[in-house]
Every structure is written in structure tokens, then in C-alpha cells.
């Protein structure tokens, strides 16, 4: 049960249900799919708190199709998520077309996401993620493929700006995809030069909205909390947004989020402010749910580690406590540090505020040889990709 929490008032902002297909949400918030981070244990975490679309990990494609365990592990629900939706990636038409067919025959998803924009070497170096939207045929296929075995459920697309800003791909592959029937478009506002460096340039999303007209556009990057999610709304005109980084250890932001875009009611929508009692119960919550998505306390107790930097930012939680919490390796031992903690102290604001997770720095994208010589495949290119598309998923 989510806990009590302190609350003060931001002006409100009414925005329409977004439709996705035949899925409505009544926030049009998504919740981007994190490797590592968005389990099922995360997203329910997240549905306590708020209403949204809540993705899971990306899946790759092939993993998927040989039901390695754990990608099956990573497409099951929980049955309170009755919204079920998944992100695939995959360089190859047939084998993305067969792992829609397999989720959509075995009444396993309600919606399908495709990932075109992540932007790590070890994907993009083999022609995946951010840098197959340049190969406009091989991903007009992909996104037919996905379509046309998805049947009734909705496929979408999350994508970026482009390789690099020399190479923007964004415009054309949208095109695309509102050609091949894809039901809405994210797009984070960075190039996968651009890592997750600097500024998302939001214009990229006004851009998109005014040549997309069908279906609608989601907006990604850089939002940290519910009002600038209501910003990046009324500065692009996009229909939604989609939220990644911002979330770490603020599973309460989705609060934020559907108070900020929901019915005008009153003088304004509450803001979250928790108390450092609030945290440290929700990341006990959070233990409490890995330990049941894993199936192992030990490695629950593991896997919630990476999450403490995000959990107490901004509060006065010492270093040696610190380092404690992020080396637990029992639910009882997180019980007696987290029992040492002043349940009282307040909200620490901006401390707790803006910017979470790795920003990293602007990097040459890496690719296969010769890749940008060509928006097509040449030669022994689409040999190679086979190899961009490993058996494991989630990152």
C-alpha cells in the first residue's frame, strides 16, 4: 500500500486522455523502458503511486523466440498489471515478426513497443537501437513486420533524433511508421551522440508533432518532475510524455504526474514531497517486491543496491549508512539500517530535485564499418546485422 504523503499545491493542467490504439489512458504518461530498472517489481512499485503505461525491460527479439528463461521471465505480469506492455528489439523483419506473433497468439501483451533509440555500443555498434532508423528500408520492414503480426494490439515506436546531428533520421522514420501503422511515436530528444548529455532539445518534438498528424506523439527527455512534464506539453504540443531517469527512486513522481495532468479540481494538483520515513518505507516496499519478482531475497537484496544514491538524494543520510544500505544482503538487515534513520526529517527540496542517473557525455556513435555510406543495405550488411541481435535481453 503506498504511503502516506506530504503534499503541496502546483497549478493544474488539464490534458486530453491519450489514446493508443484501442488502449486509453487517462494520464498520458509512459513509463520508458529501463534495462535493469523496469521490472515487474518497479512497475508495480510505480502503479501505486500513479496511473500511467508502465513498459517493461527491452526484450530482444530472438531471446524471445528461443524462450531463453530469462527473457520469459521478463514478459511475465503480475496480475494487478492489467495494462501489459513490452518492449522488443531486433535488427531482423522475421524474427521480430515472429516474436509479436508468439507474445500476440499467447494472449501475452496488450501492447508492443519497438526500440529504435537506444544509444549503447554494444547495440548500435552491430546496427541496433538509435543507429538502424538510418537503414530506412530495413526499418520500414521491421515496423511492417511487428504490425502486421500484432493483429488488434497496438504497436509503437520509441526512437531518437538520429546517429548524430549530421545524420537525424527522426522525420523519415516517422513518416514511416505512421505509413506502416504504428499506433504512436516517442521520441527522446537527444541523437545517440548525444548519450544522455546535456540539454534534450525539445523542438525536436514540436517538429515531429506538426509532421505527424494521424497518431499521436510522445515526448522523452529531461523530465524530472510533473511540471516539466506539463512544460514539455505546452511548449511542443505533444499528447504525452514518456519518463525514464526521472523516476529513479521518485516512484512518487507518477503521483505528481497524474495529479498535474488531471481533472482541474480545486486550487491546484498535488506535489509529493516525502518525508525520509516515506523513502525509506517505499524502498522497503521496493526490496519487498524484487524478492517476489526474483524469487530470492539474496538477490533482491543484490539488485536494490544500484537504486540508494536515488532513493535518499538530497537527504541527510551519511556515508557510512550509505554504504551499508548499498551493500544489504538480507530484508533483515535492511530493516536495522533503515530503522536508524530519522523517519521525521523533512523534504529536502531541490536537493532531492532535477537531474538523477548517468549523464555521461557526448561520444562518436559507435557503428558498423561503412554503415553510414548508405541508408540502404549493401553487401554483406544484413549478414552481419544477424549478429546485432544477441540471446539476451534487458540491456
Not at 51 to 77: C, F
Not at 184 to 189: C, F
Request: a negative charge.
Amino acid at each position: 500500500m503506498t504511503p502516506a504523503l506530504t503534499a503541496s499545491r502546483t497549478d493544474p493542467a488539464a490534458v486530453p486522455a491519450l489514446r493508443i490504439g484501442p488502449l486509453t489512458l487517462d494520464v498520458p504518461v509512459v513509463l520508458a523502458p529501463m534495462a535493469g530498472i523496469t521490472n515487474t517489481a518497479f512497475r508495480r512499485l510505480c502503479r501505486e503511486f500513479g496511473a500511467g503505461l508502465y513498459v517493461s525491460e527491452m526484450i530482444t527479439s530472438r531471446a524471445l523466440v528461443e524462450r531463453t528463461p530469462g527473457s520469459m521471465r521478463l514478459i511475465d505480469h503480475h496480475e494487478s498489471e492489467t495494462t501489459r506492455s513490452i518492449q522488443l528489439y531486433g535488427v531482423d523483419p522475421k524474427t521480430i515478426g515472429e516474436a509479436v506473433t508468439m507474445l500476440v497468439s499467447e494472449d501475452r501483451a496488450d501492447h508492443i513497443d519497438l526500440n529504435f533509440g537506444c544509444p549503447v555500443p554494444k547495440v548500435t555498434r552491430k546496427g541496433g537501437g538509435a543507429a538502424l532508423p538510418w537503414k530506412l528500408g530495413l526499418f520500414r520492414s521491421i515496423v511492417e513486420a511487428a504490425v502486421n503480426a500484432a493483429g488488434a494490439v497496438p504497436v509503437t515506436i520509441k526512437m531518437r533524433k538520429g546517429i548524430d546531428s549530421d545524420h537525424l533520421t527522426y522525420l523519415e522514420a516517422a513518416r514511416a511508421a505512421e505509413g506502416a501503422g504504428v499506433s504512436a511515436i516517442a521520441l527522446h530528444a537527444r541523437t545517440a551522440s548525444d548519450y544522455y548529455s546535456g540539454q534534450a532539445d525539445w523542438s525536436a518534438i514540436a517538429t515531429l508533432k506538426q509532421a505527424i498528424t494521424s497518431i499521436p506523439v510522445l515526448g522523452n527527455g529531461d523530465i524530472w518532475s510533473a511540471q516539466d512534464a506539463v512544460r514539455m506539453v505546452a511548449e511542443t504540443g505533444c499528447d504525452g510524455v514518456v519518463v525514464g531517469r526521472g523516476c529513479l527512486g521518485r516512484p512518487w513522481l507518477f503521483g505528481d504526474l497524474a495529479a498535474a495532468f488531471g481533472p482541474a479540481e480545486g486550487t491546484g494538483a498535488a506535489l509529493i514531497q516525502p518525508n525520509l520515513g516515506v523513502v525509506a518505507d517505499t524502498f522497503r516496499r521496493h526490496t519487498e517486491l524484487l524478492t517476489e519478482f526474483f524469487d530470492s531475497e539474496e538477490r533482491a537484496c543484490r539488485d536494490v543496491r544500484k537504486h540508494v544514491a536515488w532513493y535518499f538524494k538530497g537527504y541527510s543520510v551519511g556515508g557510512e549508512l550509505r554504504a551499508s544500505l548499498a551493500s544489504v544482503v538480507s530484508l533483515a538487515q535492511l530493516d536495522d539500517l533503515l530503522g536508524t534513520l530519522d523517519p521525521t526529517q523533512e523534504y529536502p527540496g531541490i536537493g532531492a530535485e532535477g537531474p538523477r542517473g548517468r549523464a555521461g557525455s557526448p561520444k562518436k556513435t559507435s557503428l558498423p564499418e561503412h554503415w553510414l555510406e548508405s541508408q540502404e543495405l549493401v553487401g554483406s550488411e544484413r549478414a552481419r546485422l544477424t549478429e546485432g541481435e544477441g540471446d539476451t535481453s534487458g540491456g
